[in-house]
């Protein structure tokens, strides 16, 4: 399984970016898939998770109503819309396939590259 991100960028504070990942290989559909993010010096974190059919998703408690985690099995494509961005948001963005809707970090089976999102005060 390989996943591509792409749609980072800079944007002030209350902007909205988009990012968009690109999955190939076998068993996609069938997966969880998630969003994951590092700010400087910081460890890398769950952001949302979405289960294989869309209809069950996860969002940590700092991302909640701001952040839209949806796919699109057709396309073999996950998304993250996210609104009302703060400089808090600034990190390297990563798609990935967790093994369980939790999102647990450690549990991960693959990941995408990153895409660099920075939002400016």
């Known amino acids: 399984v390989q996943l591509q991100a792409s749609g980072g960028g800079l944007v002030q504070a209350g902007g909205s970016l988009s990012l968009s990942c690109v999955i190939s290989g076998s068993g996609f559909p069938g997966r969880v898939l998630g969003w994951y993010r590092q700010a400087p010096g910081k460890q890398r974190d769950l952001v949302a998770t979405?289960?294989?059919?869309?209809?069950?998703?996860k969002y940590v408690d700092s991302v909640r109503g701001r952040f839209t985690i949806s796919r699109d099995n057709a396309k073999a494509s996950l998304y993250l819309a996210m609104n009302n961005l703060q400089p808090e948001d600034t990190g390297v963005y990563y798609c990935a396939v967790p093994a369980s809707i939790s999102g647990n970090i450690a549990r991960v089976l693959y990941w995408g590259q990153g895409t660099q999102v920075t939002v400016s005060s």
């Open positions: 979405i289960s294989s059919g869309g209809a069950t998703t």
